[in-house]
C-alpha cells in the first residue's frame, strides 16, 4: 500500500488513522504492519464502504482537504472498483533500525555467513550478496539504477536483492540509494574483504537529517547540510529557497529540529 511522505507523517502524528483506497478485493489484514520511512503502520481494520456513505469527518481523518476532495481523488483512478476504508495506526519504530546498529557476535557472524552463501547458491544467475555489499560500502547514496548498471543487473532485480539484505540489517536505504550499516560491515571484515576508506572514518557529528525526500536530500547535500545541527544554523528562509526543499520537507524538518532540541536560526 503506498503512502506519501506527508501521510507517512501525520500518521505518525496521530493527525490521520484512516485511508481510502480503490480495490477489486482487500489487499491487506487486519493486524499487518508495513514498514515505511517513519516507522510501522499498523492496520487495524478493512472495511468495504459506499462511496456515498463517507463522511467529511472521515475525509479529516484521512487527511482529505474535503469529503468532496476525497471522493475526487477516488474516481479519478479505477472508479469501476469498490472503495475499502483502511484503519491505520503508528506501530513504533522499525526494529531493523536497532539490528542495523548490532555488531553481531561469532555466532551471528557464521549463520549471516552461512545465510549470504544460500542466497548466492540459490540464485540464478550467480553469486551476488558480496559484491552487492562491497559495492553498496564503496558507493553509498548512489541511485539503484546506476548500482544495478555496475553491476550488469537490471533495477528491479537489484532492488529486490538489496530488500533481502535490508531484512537482515546489512544496509539501510537512503532517500537517495543505500548504505552499509555497522552489522553489514562487520560482515565484509569478518571475511576479509575490501572496505571502503570513508565507512572506516568516524561519522561525522550530530544528528542524521530525517527522510525528506530526494529532491530536498540532494538540495541540502550539495549545500554542505548533512545533519540537523548543520541544517540550525540555517534560517527556514534560506533552506526553503534551495531548488527541491517544498513545503512537506522545510515541515519535516522543523518537526526533526525541535525532537533534537534544535530550531533554524531564525526560530530561536
Given at each position: 500500500m503506498q503512502m506519501r511522505p506527508a501521510e507517512l507523517a501525520a500518521i505518525?502524528?496521530?493527525?490521520?488513522?484512516?485511508?481510502?483506497?480503490?480495490?477489486?478485493?482487500?489487499?491487506?489484514?487486519?493486524?499487518?504492519?508495513?514498514r515505511s520511512a517513519v516507522g510501522l503502520i499498523e492496520i487495524?481494520?478493512?472495511?468495504?464502504?459506499p462511496v456515498s456513505r463517507l463522511t467529511a469527518a472521515e475525509a479529516r481523518r484521512a487527511g482529505a482537504a474535503s469529503l468532496a476532495a476525497l471522493r475526487q481523488g477516488l474516481d479519478r483512478v479505477h472508479p469501476e472498483r469498490p472503495v475499502y476504508r483502511i484503519g491505520l495506526r503508528y506501530a513504533g519504530a522499525d526494529p531493523r533500525a536497532a539490528l542495523r546498529e548490532a555488531v553481531?557476535?561469532?555466532?551471528?557472524?557464521?549463520?549471516?555467513?552461512?545465510?549470504?552463501?544460500?542466497?548466492?547458491?540459490s540464485s540464478s544467475t550467480g553469486p551476488w550478496t558480496r559484491a552487492t555489499l562491497t559495492l553498496i560500502d564503496e558507493l553509498p547514496?548512489?541511485?539503484?539504477?546506476?548500482?544495478?548498471?555496475?553491476?550488469?543487473?537490471d533495477t528491479l532485480s537489484f532492488k529486490q536483492n538489496v530488500r533481502k539484505l535490508k531484512e537482515r540489517g546489512l544496509t539501510e536505504s537512503l532517500d537517495i540509494g543505500y548504505r552499509l550499516s555497522a552489522r553489514g560491515?562487520?560482515?565484509?571484515?569478518?571475511?576479509?574483504?575490501?572496505?571502503?576508506?570513508?565507512?572506516?572514518?568516524?561519522?561525522?557529528?550530530?544528528?542524521?537529517?530525517?527522510?525528506?525526500g530526494a529532491p530536498a536530500t540532494r538540495a541540502l547535500t550539495a549545500h554542505g547540510v548533512v545533519r540537523l545541527e548543520q541544517a540550525a544554523t540555517l534560517t527556514a528562509a534560506e533552506v526553503g529557497a534551495l531548488h527541491g526543499v517544498g513545503p512537506f520537507a522545510l515541515g519535516r524538518l522543523r518537526t526533526a529540529l525541535a525532537e533534537a532540541g534544535l530550531s533554524f536560526r531564525d526560530e530561536t
Open positions: 505518525r502524528a496521530g493527525a490521520v488513522d484512516l485511508a481510502f483506497r480503490r480495490w477489486e478485493q482487500p489487499r491487506l489484514r487486519v493486524g499487518t504492519q508495513m487495524t481494520s478493512v472495511d468495504r464502504v553481531p557476535d561469532a555466532a551471528e557472524l557464521d549463520a549471516l555467513v552461512a545465510w549470504l552463501d544460500r542466497l548466492d547458491r547514496a548512489t541511485r539503484a539504477p546506476d548500482l544495478a548498471e555496475r553491476m550488469g543487473r560491515g562487520a560482515v565484509l571484515d569478518h571475511e576479509g574483504l575490501p572496505r571502503s576508506d570513508a565507512s572506516r572514518s568516524a561519522p561525522e557529528p550530530g544528528t542524521p537529517l530525517p527522510h525528506l
